[in-house]
T-cell receptor, first 115, second 113 residues
Framework: KAGVTQTPRYLIKTRGQQVTLSCSPI?????VSWYQQTPGQGLQFLFE???????NKGNFPGRFSGRQFSNSRSEMNVSTLELGDSALYLC??????????????FGSGTQLSVL | AQSVTQLDSQVPVFEEAPVELRCNYS??????LFWYVQYPNQGLQLLLK??????LVKGINGFEAEFNKSQTSFHLRKPSVHISDTAEYFC???????????FGKGTRLSVIA
């Protein structure tokens, strides 16, 4: 079974641009969560989608948005990029929603650098 | 809101020595507790989890953790570490129900030959 796949692996953008990151969950998994990882803050929760519906959203500005398609693939979008958005963006999938005892399966992440 | 504190940001230890990575969480309501490991240039992998029952939980690669409700702690231990255990370790907690996992800031374990 293929794992969680995130594309692209690396991305370089400049301030003010927008970016779209993609995540393909493990086959059969309906929950997709996104986390931002930085050296100073660790992992911070962005949002979770389950069966195309956003279940939870973290404390991030509206520039961060996401969606989930009927095949459970998910995208997240960051508009008007700022230098502070430079981070590793991790996607995680699971069979059931978070808040149950489900194990999260993580992708290798997309490393975003904003110049 | 739930929060997780990992008391040590870096822990150096010699090969074959024991290690303990400390984790405390803020809320004493019913929780699920997890430890994840991240090897360089990879995503996170589950080491072990506590859901209920026995407070001593055994995981993969010889790791174990003990849940202490009164101290709201979930410390990770290994009796003898190997070079291959060098990685970053994250403690995470979820309130039972409709809440996402909250992660600590991580502890970087460096095993020295």
């Amino acid at each position: 079974k293929a794992g969680v796949t995130q594309t692209p692996r690396y991305l370089i953008k400049t301030r003010g641009q927008q970016v779209t990151l993609s995540c393909s969950p493990i086959s059969g998994h309906r929950s997709v969560s996104w986390y931002q990882q930085t050296p100073g803050q660790g992992l911070q929760f962005l949002f979770e989608y389950f069966s195309e519906t956003q279940r939870n959203k973290g404390n991030f500005p509206g520039r961060f948005s996401g969606r989930q398609f009927s095949n459970s693939r998910s995208e997240m979008n960051v508009s008007t990029l700022e230098l502070g958005d430079s981070a590793l963006y991790l996607c995680a999938s699971s069979l059931e929603p978070q808040g149950t005892n489900e194990k999260l399966f993580f992708g290798s992440g997309t490393q975003l650098s904003v110049l | 809101a739930q929060s997780v504190t990992q008391l040590d940001s870096q822990v150096p230890v010699f090969e074959e020595a024991p290690v303990e990575l400390r984790c405390n969480y803020s809320s004493s309501v019913s929780v699920y507790l997890f430890w994840y490991v991240q090897y360089p240039n990879q995503g996170l992998q589950l080491l072990l989890k506590y859901l209920s029952g026995s407070t001593l939980v055994k995981g993969i690669n010889g790791f174990e953790a003990e849940f202490n409700k009164s101290q709201t702690s979930f410390h990770l231990r290994k009796p003898s570490v190997h070079i291959s255990d060098t990685a970053e370790y994250f403690c995470a907690v979820s309130d039972i129900g409709n809440t996402p996992l909250v992660f600590g800031k991580g502890t970087r374990l460096s095993v020295i030959a």
